[in-house]
């Protein structure tokens, strides 16, 4: 039987429904990469409690400035006060319920506030809302202990919900629908501080080698292709990190979202974890390129052999300490104790081992939180490129960073490739300052993403000047002076590309120092 449509969502994405899953988004036309698919705004979405104060309750930016607060319930904070009458539609009818329930309320019956709001003002959005996949019976099973919690917070905020005409069941089953396809929210380092729900994307099935990423500003998603997607081929995003283990994987998309993937690289692996590289440690035996799963350690494959006991030890420790940072360590002596780690680890592990990625990724982190680009100034910097898990052409490297990299606002995917080609290239050992230009350049200019085609204009002759200076640069001293403009936002299409011209002389000044 054909695939039958549902609906289109714009004239480039189509929902269709198939024999062999509920729905999928299809492509209408051919789609090259780096395409812009999808802008969606969130039906509804909930700062988490520990980031309130730090980002405005309406706009979801982040601001140096002091933040309004709420003078009723103390909780919701923005940045302007044009923003809080905006806000005041929904937040009127919640403000009294937070100032007298404790704070561990808060997020579900907000999040759940704004949808009853929204799907009964608008016919269109409860006809979406109603659309969504729920896997109820299979949520039921997993999630009594949670539904049960969740119906204790709303209980104790039913003249909250007073509003709500339906039945107690109909109540369950929106509890549920939201839980299977609410989305987190992250910033521009890739920190969680907020979820969404989004009704068209929660439309997008899953594949661990997605053919599109997603990104945000605010409490707005965007989807973007990151491979070329032919007509009719379906639209797929991932729902877990790409640098899991097939295993992690597994675990995970069973666990949150009641499936289990079926996708190339996940077949490949099927009821035999232990091949699967991202658990590889090198077998120790001369001459033998086998590996071992560092869950299972059993012997190689390859060889027969099986790790040392010392070697398994030392392989158990630093997973561990990866697993585990010290609380009790300094910043500085964490980032330490990782790079030394990572030392360790190319000797032992297998170049796509999850723990070597997970090392990686501590280090962002704990760059993120001093607020700098977590691409360091040092030759060991270009590791934080993660490389592609199924392939190691260079085509497939490039979507998987530019994947990495769209999950924290991708600009323009010609930048990428740019930066890779020449980060590939064995002419060019300094060419990780090329990266550290497009994190600067990628942090400066998220706030004008709308003005793409200037962008690109500038971007060619630019970074051919950047080649040939980039060992001058003083990237730090440039980074400070800049930081003022990323929050710079446009009215108008003439003065954006007046702030880019001059952003791009002021760097061709230092470039030519």
Known sequence: MDDSIIRNINEKLSIKKSNTKRRKVVALTNIKKGTLLLTEKA??????????????????????TKLYRCAGCHSSYYCSRECQKKAFKYHKSECKFIKEHPKSAINHCRLMNQILLKINEDPNNEKLFNELIDHRQEYLNNNKGEISDDMKEYASAEKFFSGYQGSLDS???????????????FDGYLNYYASGLFLQLSNINHDCNPNCTIYFRGNTVYLKSIQNIEKDEE??????????????????????YYFTCQCERC????DKFYLDPAEGIKCQTKDCDGYISHVEF???????????????????????KIDHLPQTMTIEDQELLLKNLLQEQEKLFHPKNYYIYQNLENQRHLLSIQKVPYLDTNENSMKLIPTSSTSTSNEKDLDAVSQFYGRRAIIDYKLYQYCIER?????????????L???????????????????????????????????????????????SDISVTFDHQTEAYAYVKDLFERFHLYLLK
């Open 43 to 64: 039906l509804a979405s909930n700062i988490e409690k520990e980031y309130l104060d730090k980002y405005c309750n309406y706009c979801y930016q982040i601001k140096k």
């Open 267 to 270: 077949l490949k692996y099927k």
């Open 423 to 435: 980060y590939n290239s064995p002419n060019q050992p300094s060419s990780y300052k090329t990266i």
């Open 298 to 320: 059993n012997p190689c494959p390859k060889c027969q052999k099986s790790l040392s006991p010392e070697i398994e030890d030392t392989v158990k420790s630093i997973i561990d």
């Open 171 to 185: 109540f369950i089953e929106k509890i549920i629908k939201v839980n299977c396809n609410v989305l987190g929210i």
């Open 235 to 256: 639209i797929t995003i991932n729902y877990c990190s790409i640098y899991d283990t097939c295993r992690m994987r597994h675990e995970y998309l069973n666990k949150i």
């Open 437 to 483: 230009m497009a994190e600067l350049l990628n942090n400066v200019l998220t706030e004008i993403l709308e003005y793409q085609e200037i962008y690109q204009l500038e971007m060619n002759a630019f970074m051919t000047l950047a080649n040939e200076k980039l060992n001058n640069i003083h990237y730090y001293d440039i980074r400070r002076q800049l930081e």
